[in-house]
């Protein structure tokens, strides 16, 4: 990239044909302090430490809500939680045809696009499926709940089933290391052209299964913890083995330096395993809560010669800045769809120009009882960031509580009575741009199953 540069477009050689390839990470319910890099103490991560030691870690990054179907529509989309598709969480929920996704926008721009693990936005025959969404190829879960299973019996690749083989406990069908095979074999495969390489792998989430074999589990099966935790931790640092073996491959391809990396979790930890793990650290919460241990995430970033080794910033970002950003990457801001909520962080990668701020951040989250195939809406937990301040309510119809989050990280001490002009900001807010969703419908399922 050296001699291209012309501002204000920092990135104006992948205007010119020399674009970036795009590895997307995205692991499953990694908690916000489970990696060595971010404070764990039990965890091992060397590989991933090594990748922020190199790049650029993010201590204010977060997910687009706080489980796992909400949060990637808000990545796929570039829109938040109050204008997002996918507003529920039972997996099964499509986003739309007209939906533009990152994939489609890269496409745009030129890019081969991949997808290598749990989609859980559209289930095979819906038009949520990543085939119709922008992928030239999809390889793992269509729908989430199938990806609870390590063992299954099939994967997907393009809505056809690919079947796995051996029995359940045997290495060859555990289905993160097919997953895992096939991300390698994609840029493989592509290193001679620019690729998008979205991997949301499904490890640590639950079901807790890993083979007996593996070296990770190895090192973690004599301590005096219960399975879960011993299980979530050796599924980390398996993930932190995958993380040095694909920046070993792009070293060995020769596209290390042409090839930006991007490393986070979905959402908060699904179990905070206090006093062991501890893995949403001083954060309140965890996954399916609106407070900090829910939606704020790692992210680490690297791009060798482009962002300058051991960055830590407290820029303020979300998934919604997922498509603006890689799409500045990829030259091909053009195809962002007008009215998307999120902005660049490239700035903030580069220090090349100015970073835009979020003056607010909006979460919320439908949960729906499901009976008979209705979905009944049976509450909507919300959340606002604006400045240090943030509120959070567990049900739309009770007030906000308030928290100043640069003095109490923890949000342990409402300030919602003390400080009612900051409520009602927020409030206006929420009030103004927030939309109410589309009926939240799941295609038919076969008979005594909840996904194809
Ligand atoms: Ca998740």
Redesign the pocket.
């Known amino acids: 990239m050296a001699g291209c540069v012309s501002r204000p477009e920092p990135l104006a050689g992948a205007e010119s044909g020399n674009k970036p390839n795009i590895v997307f990470i995205i692991v499953?319910?990694t908690g916000w302090a489970d990696l060595g890099c971010y404070g764990s103490r039990h965890i091992r991560t060397p590989n991933i430490d090594q990748m922020a030691a190199e790049g650029i870690r993010f201590t204010q990054a977060y997910s687009g809500c706080t489980?796992?179907a909400p949060?990637r529509s808000v990545l796929m989309t570039g829109l938040h939680m109050g204008h997002t598709s996918v507003r529920g969480n039972t997996g099964g929920i499509p986003i739309r045809d007209g939906d533009m996704t990152v994939a489609e926008v890269l496409k745009r721009a030129g890019y081969a696009t991949g997808g290598f693990g749990k989609w859980g936005l559209g289930d095979v025959d819906s038009p949520g499926v990543p085939e119709k969404q922008g992928f030239d190829e999809f390889f793992g879960y269509y729908h989430q709940v199938h990806a609870h299973d390590y063992w299954t019996e099939y994967l997907w690749r393009n809505s056809q089933k690919v079947p796995m083989v051996g029995e359940k406990g045997d290495p060859q069908r555990y289905t993160h290391y097919r997953i895992f095979e096939q991300t390698l074999e994609f840029i493989r495969r592509n290193k001679d052209r620019p690729f998008f390489c979205y991997a949301p792998w499904t490890p640590p989430?639950g079901q807790y299964q890993i083979p007996e074999s593996d070296p990770a589990w190895q090192m973690y099966k004599d301590k005096p913890w219960p399975r879960d935790a011993k299980v979530v931790a050796a599924m980390d640092t398996m993930i932190d083995r995958n993380m040095g073996e694909l920046l070993d491959l792009l070293k060995e391809l020769k596209i290390d330096e042409r090839t930006i990396v991007l490393f986070c979790s979905?959402?908060g930890a699904?179990k905070r395993f206090d006093g062991l793990l501890d893995s949403s650290g001083p954060l309140r919460g965890c996954?399916r809560s609106m407070y900090e241990g829910g939606i704020r995430v790692p992210m680490i970033v690297r791009w060798p010669g482009e962002i300058k080794a051991g960055t830590v910033s407290e820029h303020v970002c979300y998934f919604a800045d997922v498509m603006p950003t890689l799409a500045e990457l990829a030259g091909a801001s053009r195809y962002v769809p007008t009215g998307v909520d999120g902005l660049s962080f490239v700035p903030t990668l580069t220090g090349r120009a100015i970073q835009k701020k979020h003056p607010f951040l909006y979460w919320e989250w439908h949960l729906y009882n499901w009976g008979k195939r209705k979905n009944v809406p049976s509450g909507l937990m919300q959340a606002v960031r604006m400045g240090d301040w943030k509120a959070v309510r567990h049900q739309s119809n009770v007030p906000f509580e308030l928290y100043d989050l640069s003095k109490d990280v923890a949000e342990k001490n409402n300030l919602a009575a003390e400080r009612p002009d900051i409520v009602a900001k927020i409030e206006a807010y929420v009030q103004r741009d927030r939309v109410e969703p589309r009926a939240q419908i799941e295609p038919e399922k076969p008979e005594g199953k909840r996904y194809r």
């Open positions: 499953d319910d489980v796992c949060a989430h979905d959402n699904a996954k």
